[in-house]
């Protein structure tokens, strides 16, 4: 890696290569009064990542009070926002959430505990290239800038992003790609963002396109060598430019107690739990959330009574409580590592009672609700025309998002009270992570161009509940009669662990065992392969055989659940709801589209005014027409075919007069194309004056037989009127027309001379 100081003192910048691409860092440029701030380039994508700590603490906290921020510029893609009224970038879409979170849980369990110092991790997208997508870019700027701060982390870490494409030269075999570009990223079955040490994997977030469990082991392990390469980049500027770490001060880890104290505390505190705890938590009658919370708050009180005199500081008194519930949560764990044995007497990879039911809500499109063990999801599935769509509009511009899945977790879920408003940064990424898992079973916009939205209504919560609306939403959306390819279910899986190394993997984790090992481990996906994976831990990460255990073993889960879901509903109904819209497709010739929209969309608008439907048009011509009312839907489609149909030689038609002229009458045959009635074709008889027999305004019926070069319509009333009695008709030529009204002249400019006004087709 070459480094290189330069002008204004103090800028360094370190340049190398990774994944085939230019790679490089900067410190000390932009940002310095921040703790810790870099910029990193990766081809003409640039992120800058800046680290703060407060000076003071936040008291009466238990938790550490870290915020990361992903901001998405856009001019770093030179677009100015498309709203007409503001131009400044409003709040963040799901999209830079998401990245904010998968930031935010892989550089969090490294942080030591008892930090209740703020700490603010901000990420600044400064240039995007089209190639080179910032969020994976973020993971190794955000590490890099904490851990050349002086805020205690026990870094550094790396992410990266990992494709699956076939190979160029044999398309039957599958090659791994290391952060591939956005145009690669479309030919991959498998979209996988990991954070971790090389070593040890600390973040997990994938969709695949039902990658089997092997292949998703093999991207992680594929993995680990790219993100050690980048972990060595990152160590090698901590040293040349990192600045000494500052623990905080002793009482904001200790609260005051000396660390002898401390531990003499915390093993009185596992002593008393393991005599008290272990036979009221696993006596086998706790099987409910609340009533092993009721005994954990009971055994609480009393462990303070026994352990805590009455003269204890108040500090101490907090951090007791704190010592018991780490004992209650190494008992639980204790318990799964040495004798198998889960606090409702679940086998470690027994899946908790399940139960599923559609067709609950008789005026919705579908609903479907999905309960295992207390968890309980009821999700709604809502149809729309094409024009429903969600437009976006990020660096990589404007795109239409046709599936939307929303996650509402209100508090009465958990027996709480709580704010309600606009969802938070957990609901927005439960929601994508489910919306993720059923995207690859959709059918195609071809086939069901309806958009689709599901809702997923958290009721009750006891663990999983992402899982659980993955799980409701296929219910919900077979319900409704969306032709999904197959159904997907979702589990979620944690580990115990010990200090030793010792681990158990668990399937379906719920309330007390939730922290235990740190690990929540979500994988969804169909009987043959994977669709979505969310990982994230408390602890310094997984390990390759721990991830590999895990993904066998949510396999089996997932296969069980999905055989109740289908008990309830084997495939998607073959019928949609009778209160749902129905979608007419009319395929036109692209050159009518005009046609339909008329001149600043007066033809279109009067055709929705007048049947209450909705009409979208593809550039291919592919008119859609979304209604409730058949016959109204019915009329806009008869509309749309009558302006665009090609009028042919010998087709018969009902059209009204519009114009008159000497030699004959202009007949409307469908809405925008007139074609000419002749003098001589208005009846077998002579006709001295158009106007004796067809005035502006009526209707008549006409028949089709001629269509010149020019597309111009020649048209016939006679030729649909009986024939004269006492045989037929004589010709034009026999009734002895003036020259100016025959059909034909072999001379001059065109029928009707320049005596007739311009003719429109």
Same mark, same amino acid.
């Given at each position: ?56 603490? @936040? ?104 494709? @699956? ?109 393991? =005599?008290?705890? =272990? ?483």
């Amino acid at each position: 890696m070459e480094i290189q100081k330069s002008e204004p003192a103090g800028v360094t910048t370190f340049t190398t290569e990774f994944s085939g691409r230019p790679l490089v860092i900067e410190v000390g440029r932009l940002a310095n009064q921040a703790s810790g701030s870099c910029t990193v380039r990766f081809g003409e994508t640039v992120v800058l990542a800046t680290a703060v700590i407060s000076d003071s603490t @936040r008291d009466g906290i238990n938790y550490f009070p870290l915020t990361v921020d992903y901001e998405e510029r856009l001019y770093a893609a030179g677009i100015i926002k498309g709203s007409r009224w503001v131009k400044r970038e409003g709040r963040p879409s799901d999209e830079v959430v998401q990245t904010s979170r998968l930031v935010d849980r892989s550089i969090r369990p490294l942080f030591p505990k008892g930090i209740k110092n703020d700490v603010q991790v901000i990420i600044t997208v400064l240039s995007f290239d089209q190639e080179n997508d910032p969020d994976a870019i973020s993971l190794v700027a955000a590490s890099l800038a904490v851990a050349i701060s002086p805020i205690p982390w026990d870094g550094p870490i790396a992410g990266l992003r990992v494709g @699956r494409v076939s190979s160029e030269t044999d398309p039957s075999r599958k090659e791994w790609v290391i952060n591939p570009s956005i145009a690669v990223r479309e030919k991959s079955d498998l979209d996988m963002i990991i954070a971790g040490t090389g070593e040890r994997i600390m973040m997990v977030e994938a969709g695949a396109q039902e990658v089997p469990e092997g292949a998703i082991y093999e991207a992680v392990e594929f993995s680990s060598k790219p993100v050690a390469q980048l972990v060595s980049i990152i160590q090698k500027v901590v040293a040349a430019v990192g600045k000494p770490k500052v623990m905080p001060a002793a009482p904001v880890l200790t609260e005051g107690i000396a660390p002898d104290v401390l531990a003499a505390l915390q093993a009185k505190a596992d002593a008393w739990v393991d =005599q008290h705890a =272990q036979p009221a938590l696993f006596g086998g009658s706790l099987t409910t959330k609340s009533s092993r919370a009721e005994v954990v708050d009971e055994l609480a009180v009393k462990f303070e009574a026994e352990l805590v005199s009455a003269s204890t500081p108040k500090d101490q008194r907090k951090l007791a409580a704190e010592m018991f519930r780490l004992a209650v949560e190494g008992l639980i764990s204790k318990m799964i590592l040495q004798k198998g044995v889960r606090v409702d007497g679940r086998a470690l990879t027994q899946v908790r009672p399940l139960g599923s039911v559609v067709g609950m809500l008789p005026r919705t499109h579908g609903s479907g609700l999905f309960h295992r063990g207390e968890t309980q999801v009821l999700s709604v599935v809502t149809l729309g025309s094409p024009g429903d769509v969600q437009l976006l509009e990020n660096l990589e511009g404007e795109s239409k998002k046709r599936y939307m899945h929303h996650y509402n977790f209100p508090p009465f879920s958990v027996g709480e009270t709580g704010r309600l408003g606009s969802p938070g940064r957990r609901e927005i990424g439960h929601g994508m992570l489910a919306e993720r898992a059923l995207l690859p079973v959709l059918p195609p916009k071809e086939e069901f161009p309806y958009t689709i939205r599901v809702v997923s209504e958290v009721l009750s919560s006891n663990g999983s509940s992402s899982m659980g609306a993955t799980c409701g939403s296929t219910l919900a959306l077979m319900d409704a009669g969306v032709p999904i390819t197959k159904p997907v279910a979702g589990v979620a899986m944690g580990v115990a662990t010990d200090a030793k190394g010792n681990y158990k993997i668990i399937t379906d984790l719920q309330d007390l065992e939730d922290g235990l090992g740190g690990m929540d481990f979500k994988i969804a996906g169909t009987r043959d392969g994977i669709t979505a994976i969310q990982m994230d831990t408390k602890t310094k990460g997984l390990t390759l055989p721990m991830v590999r255990q895990t993904l066998d073993q949510a396999r089996e889960g997932r296969l069980a659940i999905l055989d109740v879901m289908q008990q309830a509903i084997a495939a998607p109904r073959p019928e949609l709801s009778p209160y749902a819209p129905r979608i007419v497709t009319v395929q036109i010739n692209p050159d009518r589209i005009r046609d339909v929209i008329g001149p600043g969309g007066k033809i279109i608008n009067k055709i929705i005014d007048e049947t209450g439907c909705d009409i979208d048009i593809e550039p291919d011509g592919r008119v859609m027409i979304t209604g409730t009312d058949l016959v109204k839907t019915q009329k806009a489609v008869d509309w749309v075919k009558l302006l665009t149909k090609e009028v042919t030689v010998g087709e018969t038609y009902e059209g009204k007069v519009t114009r008159i002229l000497d030699f004959g009458a202009f007949v409307e045959v469908t809405p925008n194309k007139e074609g000419m009635v002749h003098i001589s074709e208005l009846a077998h008889y002579r006709v001295n004056q158009v106007t004796d027999v067809v005035k502006i305004g009526d209707t008549v019926k006409v028949k089709v037989i001629a269509i010149d070069d020019l597309g111009r319509v020649n048209l016939s009333v006679k030729a649909l009127l009986p024939p004269p009695e006492g045989g037929a008709p004589a010709s034009s030529d026999d009734r002895g027309y003036d020259q100016p009204r025959r059909p034909m002249r072999p001379h001059g400019p065109g029928r009707g001379g320049p005596h007739r006004g311009g003719r429109r087709f």
